[in-house]
Nanobody, 115 residues
């Protein structure tokens, strides 16, 4: 059974940084679009950033200039580097694997930005 496992969440003060990691246990990683989404309490899940098979990236306007996304196809890992964190970045962050009809989600990791 394939899995996406996120790690790296936690509590950080405003202005701080966190790096989220996501590991894929199945096949086809290099062919997949990998994304990070987040869901805050009472809000819908939203795209934070994604990265295509050839490394093209896309970011939500709210995180542009603060977050970066990267992938390591050999390790089947995707990362989200978050700098300049704000309280409004508080949410559960989910990793997503998307390749044609295959669409998988991780269990999520909590990020809390608070002083």
């Amino acid at each position: 059974q394939v899995q996406l496992v996120e790690s790296g969440g936690g509590l950080v003060q405003p202005g701080g940084s966190l790096r989220l990691s996501c590991a894929w246990s199945g096949s086809g990683f290099s062919l997949a679009v990998m994304g990070w989404y987040r869901q805050a309490p009472g809000k819908e899940r939203e795209l934070v950033a994604d990265i295509t098979t050839n490394g093209r990236t896309n970011f939500a306007d709210s995180v542009k200039g603060r977050f970066t996304i990267s992938r390591d196809n050999n390790k089947r890992m995707v990362y989200l580097q978050m700098n300049g964190l704000k309280p409004e970045d508080t949410a559960v962050y989910y990793c997503n694997f998307r390749q044609m009809v295959r669409d998988y989600w991780g269990q999520g990791t909590q990020v809390t930005v608070s002083s």
